[in-house]
């Protein structure tokens, strides 16, 4: 007589490979330290550039992001998650999907970054200032449908002028620290970068108290050793930086500043 039993559930071997992602704390150990030089150093791109710590932070998961992005992953599953086969990619043990390459080629294909075009936009309101003086009464913020300190709203502006997904009008980002939060996060197409190019998002911390109090789009750097650059700005005068009520080439910032660059991928 055989007995029915109900059937285990299937456990994985006591070696499977952990899925890395960000934790409270983070991370650590050498599959850790393993991932990372995997997106530093591959046959797809250096995805990874910080610290070879063996410790799962914020800079590994951004770029986890990326690689999946230049691995050609559909969107939805362009995570911070860093698991096996991604891993078996990078290493060149396994081969890309016929459609990952496809994907992998049209995101490789040269055309204007929308970073460029934000930045274009920005360049042609250099001189346009609130009306009447201190009001925050300006196209941008009328724009967006908030009168109030309205840097963020210009930032929105150049983008949704240029075609972004990420920015809307009236939505999300009239708030700099929001903007750092979900770049951080990797969320909605923002990602932390440590290589601005021209017409990524530059925000500013001017007191280092973690909160970003300022946003502008980075347009070329003045000295790289020294960390100091150009950007366009909204709401900002010589003398009041977050605050003076115009658009503006402001060609004295410095890396010490800022709290964060950020990419915005679409």
Sequence with gaps: MVTWQMPR??????????VL???????????????????ATNQYGTFFTGEVDGSYGPLTAQATYRAKYWLGYPLKQCDQMYGPVLAAYLVGTKELPAANLVRREQRQTPHEPL???????????????ESPPTSNRVAFSEWYGVIGPWCAMFASWCYVESGSKTFAQGKDYSYVPYIVGDARA???????????QPGDLVCYDWDHDGV?????????????????????????????????????????RNRSEVIAFVHVGA
């Design 9 to 18: 559930a299937p456990v994985d071997p006591p070696d499977a490979p952990r």
């Design 115 to 129: 970073r460029a075009l934000a930045l274009a936009k920005a360049k042609t309101q250099l001189g346009v200032k």
């Design 212 to 252: 970003a109090d300022h946003v502008g789009l980075f347009n070329a750097w003045i000295s790289l050793p020294a960390g100091t650059f150009e950007a366009v700005e909204g709401n900002t005068s010589v003398g009041n930086d977050s605050d003076g009520g115009e658009v503006m080439l402001r060609t004295d």
């Design 21 to 39: 992602h960000v934790t409270t704390p983070f991370m650590t150990g050498p599959d850790v330290t393993a991932a990372q030089q995997a997106l």
């Design 186 to 196: 990797g969320k909605n197409n923002l990602t932390v970068t440590t290589d601005p």
